[in-house]
């Protein structure tokens, strides 16, 4: 290497510095390793959601019947006008903004402001918990109606089937994120963060790099909504 | 390492654009559905937006634009293999089409 390689406190920027990190026999990844890990979890579950949605296009492209129209099967009426997709329109802007208070809640958390990152958390969970509360609503509206996974009233039997998988797999990943941020929020509120208290669990010391992982992924959880959102209900 | 040291904090307003594009795009995807646009068009906005969303997501609510290539290239290269499987699957599916069309119809 030239002697005059840039210091590892200021490392280059784009194609560069990505060889750099790679063939510097070092760490390559310059994060925190809970950052890192979260983003392959993260990627392991793209696959994960991306193979449900595959398999729904598998479903709905071979299919002689017809497929339900999403637009009637999810409206709402709502004194006597019948308004397509409402509760869905409804809970994706529930969704988009619970993403932005988890947004500020990092944001806050970094700036060592306690209240403001708690509250912020505690509000995200309130609107996560409110979204998987409209989606038990929607399957029990659709149960009454008739759709199971192996037959519904309109149409090509499958569309049960994919809805409950899919709608249901993204609904836990929705609570177990309320879960976990209402956990988070009570370490930020008790001031576990900024003590660096070690963790009941794992031992490991509070830091508020760890509403940003949680921020990742409760920001996947939103972006895993905006392909469902299109791909299964708009389409 | 400082928890501090690889991290760039955006300013509040960065956030609160994104948040706004966020609500329009969803808005806008909303109306093409009752429009009664139909065929290409509708598909193509419908996607269009959707990944505009999700782009917006990713590079600024999870902070992908400020990460280093390394950590880009990481997440984002493997999924380009699903538009593969994708791909591949669409056919088998359009082959099951018209396989039951010819054998099972009527």
């Given amino acids: 290497m030239a002697s005059n390689e840039p210091n590892v406190s200021s490392p280059r920027?784009?194609?560069?510095?990505?060889?750099?990190?790679?063939?510097?026999?070092?760490?390559?990844?310059?994060?925190?390793?809970?950052k890192a890990m979260m983003w392959l979890f993260i990627l392991s579950d793209v696959f994960i959601f991306a193979c449900f949605l595959v398999g729904y296009m598998v479903l709905r492209m071979s299919t002689v019947e017809p497929w339900p129209d999403a637009s009637e099967v999810f409206a709402l009426t709502i004194a006597g006008q019948s308004i397509p997709l409402l509760l869905i329109a409804i809970m994706t802007f529930i969704l988009i903004s619970s993403s932005g208070t988890m947004a500020l809640a990092v944001k806050y958390g970094y700036a060592n402001d306690r209240r403001k990152t708690a509250v912020l958390l505690l509000i995200t969970a309130l609107l996560g918990a409110s979204f998987v509360g409209m989606q038990a609503f929607e399957w029990a509206i659709l149960i009454g109606e008739g759709v199971r996974p192996w037959e519904n009233p309109w149409g090509a039997a499958q569309f049960g089937a994919?809805?409950?998988?899919?709608?249901?797999?993204?609904?836990?990943h929705v609570t177990i994120g309320v879960i976990f941020i209402v956990i988070m929020a009570v370490k930020v509120m008790r001031?576990?963060?900024?003590?660096?208290r070690p963790g009941f669990l794992t031992g490991r010391k509070g830091n508020y790099g760890m509403v940003e992982s949680l921020g990742l992924y409760w920001h996947f959880v939103d972006l895993v909504w905006v392909f469902i959102f299109a791909f299964f209900y708009l389409w | 390492m400082d928890q501090h040291n690889s991290h760039h904090q955006p300013e509040l307003r960065v956030y609160l654009k994104v948040w706004l594009w966020l609500f329009v795009l969803s808005v806008l995807s909303y109306l093409v559905d009752i429009s009664g646009i139909e065929g290409l068009p509708k598909w193509g906005l419908i996607t269009l937006f959707m990944l505009l969303k999700a782009g917006l997501i990713v590079a600024f609510f999870m902070h992908m634009a400020w990460e280093r290539l390394s950590l880009i290239y990481t997440v984002l290269v493997p999924p380009a293999v699903l538009l593969f499987l994708a791909v591949l699957m669409a056919m088998e599916a359009n082959y099951t089409l018209v396989s039951r069309l010819a054998n099972l119809a009527g």
């Fill in chain 1, 13 to 34: 920027q784009g194609a560069p510095g990505f060889i750099h990190d790679w063939s510097a026999e070092r760490r390559v990844f310059n994060v925190p390793w809970g």
């Fill in chain 1, 162 to 172: 994919v809805f409950f998988l899919i709608t249901g797999f993204h609904g836990t």
């Fill in chain 1, 191 to 196: 001031g576990s963060l900024d003590g660096q």
